[in-house]
């Protein structure tokens, strides 16, 4: 049963526009999300992360949006870029719970076209 | 530079062969993961370790093992139990096993079988 899911495995974007990546969670414990990126044969990179203390975070150009109630998260990229083209994995767990219990969505590939 | 260190990027094993992955990290963090990613599907845990001499099973360990003799090592056996072994391995470390800081990754190894 998948606790996290990522619906969208993939998502075409054109340069300068909005991308809005979404995963959803049944997991109602879950308490701290995360957002990495991986580009093809390299491991993933550290994105962006929230805990349900709060509906949003932003760092750059990017930002994640919480609805605890709809158990839904959201990455918006505004603008994207082309170099923003990779795999978006998303990842939950409880709030200082274990790492061994981050649960992983299995990604939505984002192509953003020149 | 800190970070992690995988190798080989690309093994191959002969059916009943045992392979080792190599995973070291000079990030002092003191847990370390090992996945597994197969294509479309997100990131599976296979063991885990929150200190040397400790580690935990995830929830893919059947027909894998592991070690961790130093801080900064976590060697992934490879088994001839583990009947469908080809997939792209991932080693990750954190500061703590209960930290919320996220996980590094390392570039990843390709295990393909002859």
Request: overall charge positive; hydrophobic content about 30%.
């Amino acid at each position: 049963d998948q606790q996290v899911k990522q619906n969208s495995p993939s998502l075409s974007v054109q340069e300068g526009r909005i991308s809005i990546l979404n995963c959803d969670y049944t997991n109602s414990m879950f308490d701290y999300f995360l957002w990495y990126k991986k580009y093809p044969a390299e491991g993933p990179t550290f994105l962006i992360s929230i805990s349900s203390i709060k509906d949003k975070n932003e760092d750059g150009r990017f930002t994640v949006f919480l609805n605890k109630s709809a158990k839904h998260l959201s990455l918006h990229i505004v603008p994207s870029q082309p170099g923003d083209s990779a795999v978006y994995f998303c990842a939950a767990k409880r709030n200082g719970g274990s790492q061994g219990n981050l649960i992983f969505g299995k990604g939505t590939k984002l192509s953003v076209k020149p | 530079d800190g970070g992690i260190t995988q190798s080989p990027k690309y093994l191959f094993r002969k059916e009943g062969q045992n392979v080792t992955l190599s995973c070291e990290q000079n990030l002092n963090h003191d847990a370390m993961y090992w996945y597994r990613q197969d294509p479309g599907q997100g990131l599976r845990l296979i063991y885990y370790s929150q200190i040397v001499n400790d580690f935990q099973k995830g929830d893919i360990a059947e027909g894998y093992s592991v070690s961790r003799e130093k801080k900064e090592s976590f060697p992934l056996t490879v088994t001839s139990a583990q009947k469908n072994p080809t997939a792209f391995y991932l080693c990750a470390s954190s500061t703590s096993e209960y930290s919320n800081q996220p996980q590094h990754f390392g570039d990843g190894t390709r295990l393909s079988i002859l």
